[in-house]
């Protein structure tokens, strides 16, 4: 759920996208890349529309200062089989040791679309997300 101290401006992903079926249930999970191009299900298929969920997610890296998600729609198990629907940038993280919960990514999908904000893992705090590019490096 949304923390009441603040409300971020969603990011529209897809309007009016083929996920919501014409029964007002998802007609394909939509979900995000894992270690190894997995995909993992975050609002499953036949979940009912409107559907929101929250993920957490912690830093990697010393003095990381962003976080990237790669969000797809589909039904199959490996990345390359679904349909990207393109690579996020979380930023705004304030730099520290690698480990904690810093991002609140919340997922929703309702007949209008599909939507993304963040907040910092406390909630006091919006955090910018815009669409980028994959990330680069080892």
């Known amino acids: 759920r949304m923390p009441r101290a603040v409300r971020p401006e969603p990011y529209i992903v897809e309007s009016a996208s083929p996920i919501v079926g014409r ?16 995909f993992m299900p975050v609002l499953p298929r036949g ?14 890296s010393e003095g990381q200062t ?4 790669h969000l797809l729609r589909g039904v199959a198990d490996g990345v390359a089989a679904n349909h990207s629907l393109g690579w996020f940038r979380v930023g705004g993280l304030e730099p520290g040791p690698p480990g904690p919960s810093r991002v609140a990514v919340f997922f929703r999908v309702t007949s209008d679309g599909i ?3 963040a907040v910092d893992a ?12 994959p990330p680069v490096g080892p």
């Open 122 to 133: 406390d909630g006091s705090r919006v955090l910018p997300l815009e669409a980028s590019g």
């Open 47 to 60: 979940a009912e529309v409107p559907a929101t969920r929250m993920l957490t997610f912690a830093t990697a």
């Open 115 to 117: 939507a993304l904000a």
């Open 23 to 38: 029964d007002g249930r998802l007609a394909e999970a939509l979900g995000i890349e894992t270690t190894g191009g997995r």
């Open 66 to 69: 962003e976080i990237r998600l």
